[in-house]
């Protein structure tokens, strides 16, 4: 069993930064492929980004590659996601996820899920 909770959200204007971090709870932290996904008012959750039990290996969306960079200690059982240039389109809430697979985008293939953390971008 694995816990997440993000933090980091806020507000920020368009073309600012923030990075958000998920703590998880338990000792087989390092085991899994974590995700960052993110659910914009009226929409589907989306991927963002993963990145493999080592760190070793990384996936992005399109849409925020080049602006987005995902990192993990797993010393501290956290993952992070900097975000760079942000513009209004990343308002979403965000959320992080662990999966036991390997690096995926689907969302159905993620165990555990945190509660959110809420960015807004205004422009």
């Known amino acids: 069993q694995v816990q997440l909770v993000e933090s980091g959200g806020g ?6 930064s923030l990075r958000l971090s998920c703590a998880a709870s338990g000792r087989t932290f390092s085991s899994y492929t974590m995700g960052w996904f993110r659910q914009a008012p009226g929409k589907d959750r989306r991927f963002v980004a993963c990145i493999s039990w080592n760190g070793g290996s990384t996936d ?8 987005f960079t995902i990192s993990r200690d797993n010393a501290r059982n956290t993952v992070y996601l900097q975000m760079n240039n942000l513009k209004p389109e990343d308002t979403a809430v965000y959320y992080c996820a662990a999966s036991t697979y390997g690096s995926i985008r689907f969302s159905t293939g993620y165990d555990y899920w945190g509660q959110g953390t809420r960015v807004t971008v205004s422009s």
């Open 60 to 67: 992005y969306a399109d849409s925020v590659e080049g602006r």
């Open 11 to 16: 507000l920020v204007q368009a073309g600012g």
